[in-house]
């Protein structure tokens, strides 16, 4: 009987399969406890690194909390794996950051329904997949891209959390290595506070991670760093109004900004009103003629026209983040004003607290004096809501969907297989796509963005003693709490450990050896992993296309491994086998000619198949017989048979005999189906070697030809 996928004894019938987690029930009282304690210990790590991983996908950390709360529960109750822990992590978060970074500002609303979006058709193309039972196309992603992508992705998040360790500001271009060239320039600028907070968080998670392994080092920590930001100040925002900037410098890019952000909502405005009469005029079944182009046309120009204004603001807001301010307290209807800041100035403020531009937004600067902290966290629930659906959007994330897809799953799936060793059960790759696309599908409904299985916390979850997948259900419940009660302790907590929160989790994914192994195994999967470390480093901060660029290359490697095989004249070895000649240095016949073929025939590589045959007849032309060893052929398609069709008839002409050996089932169907057997002649097919060249000498009396060549022994007939 065939094992069922779920558990050593699982229910039976169609309610089984459309809900799988009844396969958990009934739950002693250990099994409970066990997964209540494993459950709460994973949220303590999740409710951090979620804030930390929000902030990789360029969005407010609270929605790292939403990632945290519906996806994880339903990828336990639909998935396969027990202990597999879903959720925000990093590698998913980078992705969906600099998939939609060129589309809409970092930590805007129209980013977070970007992210909400991609979330949906993630979730779509993995139940797609696993209802069709298609789990192996990941494989298409082979483990020297994944190896390439996770080493430079990994080196790509360190660098972008060193500007939140040292306080200052960092851009966000189309070169990513150009903005860390920014942040370095600013090291003279260090806010020396946030480098202590973020390098102590560092240094203590690593103490507690080697010394006591078993407490929630990311939680004390975060605790702690948190406690100390409220006790001491460290994080100050005010608001204000752009003319309280009295420095002109300061006051004329800010009032730019501002008014540049009101004319790209303006544009913004107007691109959905051309889009809403396309649309109108779709729906009419009408193409619109001449009015239809010229819709088609003014949007692409307004697009254009907010590209340019966009990249014009990331200019005037790295220039605004390089002013350090000072506040001169005012009296009055005034109020406060700042100025740049000079050492000494009468009227500084007299905490001699030095404030940076955050933000603008409709005439007013977010300033921020001292570290940067989380802030607000909406209290309560996330809101439920149907993404908005936009095609041309959808067109736009299509291809950074499939690569999403990819590269998620395949990490849930590896982890899960991980897992399994340990635990003995089953992983089904098609049941963990339907459970990975349901998380991400009804998360995206409660403002979740792509989810995937995390290694630290599944890590976590398996060696606290989880025994079903009702332990992330628990720790779904310790989120929701969190959301509902605890969201105003979170306000203080630094950005600066976030980044250590993130850099601490990543760091071990820098495997030097992993890439050197990739080589030592295989010199084009070598190639396929240093081309995808270094695509993805060089079209930073587009990974995608660095994932993109590697799978191709990877599975360009493998068809030209594919037409070109390897091929071996055979010569007798003093065991009595068949070996390379070359290789070994072995005496080949005069009278026949052995070559292996150790490859697939098909239509890529026949004309090589051929190159390979008449380089073996020309170096022996006194032989008589061409033995084709046909173990290693898997398969021959219509071009194959062809190619020994014509094969045959050549070498007939020129006296010379084609004999195969060894062929496998399939491929001898082929031969029978295709006439070749009664075009070569039923006598020349053997089923071994041996038995071939004992046919083949057979019929020379003079038995000192090719003495050393023939077989040692007579071989059973054909």
Not at 124 to 152: D, K, Q
Not at 678 to 703: K, P
């Amino acid at each position: 009987m065939t094992p069922a996928p779920f558990g050593t004894d699982p229910p039976r019938g169609w309610w089984a399969a459309a809900l799988p987690f009844v396969r958990w029930f009934p739950m002693g009282g250990a099994t409970v406890r066990a997964d209540l304690v494993a459950g709460i210990t994973v949220a303590l790590v999740l409710v951090p690194q979620s804030l930390a991983y929000a902030q990789l996908a360029g969005l407010p950390p609270y929605y790292g909390l939403y990632a945290a709360f519906v996806p994880v529960m339903v990828a336990a109750l639909w998935g396969s794996s027990s202990q597999l822990a879903t959720g925000p992590v990093a590698m998913v978060s980078l992705l969906t950051g600099s998939v939609l970074a060129p589309l809409a500002a970092v930590g805007s609303a129209q980013l977070a329904g970007l992210a909400i979006l991609l979330a949906l058709l993630v979730g779509l193309v993995e139940m797609i997949l696993g209802v069709c039972r298609l789990g192996a196309i990941v494989n298409f992603l082979s483990h020297p891209v994944i190896v390439g992508f996770t080493n430079a992705a990994a080196i790509i998040i360190v660098l972008s959390q060193a500007s939140k360790l040292l306080g200052v500001s960092m851009g966000r271009s189309e070169r990513f290595f150009l903005d860390v060239w920014g942040v370095a320039q600013q090291i003279g600028d260090t806010h020396v506070p946030t480098l202590v907070m973020g390098v102590s968080a560092l240094a203590l998670m690593w103490l507690l991670r080697r010394y006591l392994p078993n407490a929630p080092g990311v939680l004390i920590v975060v605790a702690l760093a948190t406690a100390a930001s409220w006790y001491g100040g460290f994080g100050q925002t005010r608001s204000e109004p752009i003319d309280r900037l009295v420095a002109p410098d300061v006051r004329t890019i800010a009032l730019e900004f501002d008014r540049e952000e009101a004319r790209v909502s303006g544009l913004r405005k107007q691109i959905d009103g051309r889009l809403a009469e396309l649309k109108a005029l779709e729906r009419a079944r009408a193409d619109g003629g001449q009015h239809g182009i010229a819709l088609r046309y003014q949007v692409e120009l307004l697009r254009l026209e907010v590209k340019d204004a966009e990249r014009e603001n990331r200019i005037r807001q790295r220039a605004l983040r390089n002013f350090v301010l000072a506040r001169a307290p005012g009296a009055g209807p005034a109020g406060d004003r700042y100025d740049v800041w000079r050492e000494g100035a009468k009227d500084a403020d007299p905490d001699s607290r030095r404030w940076r531009v955050s933000g603008i937004s409709n005439g007013r600067v977010k300033l921020v004096g001292g570290g940067e902290v989380v802030g607000e966290i909406p209290r309560g629930l996330p809101r439920v809501a149907l993404p908005k659906i936009d095609w041309e959007t959808v067109q736009l994330l299509w291809a950074s969907t499939l690569v999403i897809t990819m590269v998620g799953f395949m990490e849930a799936v590896s982890i899960g297989k991980a897992m399994a060793v340990r635990t003995g059960e089953r992983i089904d790759p098609n049941r963990e796509l339907i459970g990975q696309g349901l998380a991400n599908i009804l998360g995206s409904f409660t403002q979740s963005y792509p989810v995937s299985g995390s290694f630290s916390r599944s890590a976590v979850n398996l060696s606290a003693g989880a025994r079903t997948g009702m332990a992330s259900v628990f720790t779904g419940m310790i989120v929701l709490l969190t959301l509902l009660f605890l969201t105003p302790l979170l306000y203080h907590m630094p950005q600066a450990v976030l980044s250590a929160v993130i850099v601490m989790a990543v760091g071990g994914l820098v495997n030097a050896a992993a890439m050197k192994h990739a080589w030592q195994a295989q010199k084009h999967d070598g190639i396929a992993a240093w081309v995808t470390f270094l695509a993805t480093l060089g079209f930073a901060p587009h990974l995608d296309t660095g994932v993109l660029v590697g799978a191709g290359v990877a599975i360009v490697l493998y068809l030209y491994r594919r037409m070109k095989p390897r091929v071996a004249i055979l010569g007798r070895h003093p065991d009595g086998t068949l070996r390379d000649a070359r290789l070994h240095g072995l005496p080949t016949g005069e009278h026949a000619t052995a070559v292996r073929f150790d490859g697939s025939l098909y239509f890529a590589n026949v004309s090589y198949f051929e190159d390979a045959i008449l380089e073996a007849v020309a170096q022996a032309p006194r032989a008589k017989h061409l033995l084709v060893v046909g173990d290693g052929i898997n398969e021959v398609d219509a071009s194959g048979a062809e190619a020994i069709r014509h094969l045959s008839r050549r070498l007939r002409e020129t006296g010379v005999t084609l004999v195969f050996s060894g062929l496998k089932h399939q491929v001898v169907a082929v031969v029978e189906r295709t006439g070749l057997s009664a075009e070569i002649g039923a006598e020349n097919f053997f089923r071994t070697e041996d038995a071939a060249l004992s046919a083949i000498y057979g019929a020379v009396a003079d038995q000192s030809v090719d003495a050393q060549f023939r077989p040692p022994h007579p071989a059973a007939p054909p």
